[in-house]
Nanobody, 126 residues
Framework: QVQLVESGGGLVQTGGSLRLSCAAS????????MAWFRQAPGKERDFVAI??????????HDSVKGRFTLSRDNAKNTVYLYLQMNTMKPEDTAVYYC?????????????????WGQGTQVTVSS
C-alpha cells in the first residue's frame, strides 16, 4: 500500500523556520519525481518545490526561491522528502502536501501527480 506521510507543520512567527518531512513507502519512489505543493484557503493547489527523479533538477516557485530548500533521502524501503523553510512569511501559510509521480520527469501541475499525502498545516503569524 502506497503511503505518503507528512510531518513537521505547525505555527511559526514571521522570519522563523520549519522543516517538513515526507515519508513515501509502499513502492519504489527513488527514481520518481517528487514535490511539495501548498494550498491556501480559497486558492488552488500550487507547487512549491519539485525534484526530478534522477535528483539532478530542482525547481522552486518564485515566491520561495532563496528561502526554501528541497532535499531527498533514498533509504532502503522508504524515500524521505524534506522541505527546509527559512525566513518564513505570512503568505507561506497553507496546507502543505507531499506528492509523487509515476515518472522521473518533473511536473508543475498538481493533476500530473499520482500519489499524495494527507497534508500538514503551516501557519506563519505576523
Amino acid at each position: 500500500q502506497v503511503q505518503l506521510v507528512e510531518s513537521g507543520g505547525g505555527l511559526v512567527q514571521t522570519g522563523g523556520s520549519l522543516r517538513l518531512s515526507c515519508a513515501a513507502s509502499g513502492r519504489t519512489f527513488s527514481a520518481n519525481a517528487m514535490a511539495w505543493f501548498r494550498q491556501a484557503p480559497g486558492k488552488e493547489r500550487d507547487f512549491v518545490a519539485i525534484l526530478s527523479g534522477n535528483g539532478r533538477s530542482t525547481y522552486y516557485h518564485d515566491s520561495v526561491k532563496g528561502r526554501f530548500t528541497l532535499s531527498r533521502d533514498n533509504a532502503k524501503n522508504t524515500v524521505y522528502l524534506y522541505l527546509q523553510m527559512n525566513t518564513m512569511k505570512p503568505e507561506d501559510t497553507a496546507v502543505y502536501y507531499c506528492a509523487a509521480r509515476n515518472s522521473p520527469v518533473s511536473g508543475f501541475a498538481a493533476r500530473t501527480y499520482d500519489y499524495w499525502g494527507q497534508g500538514t498545516q503551516v501557519t506563519v503569524s505576523s
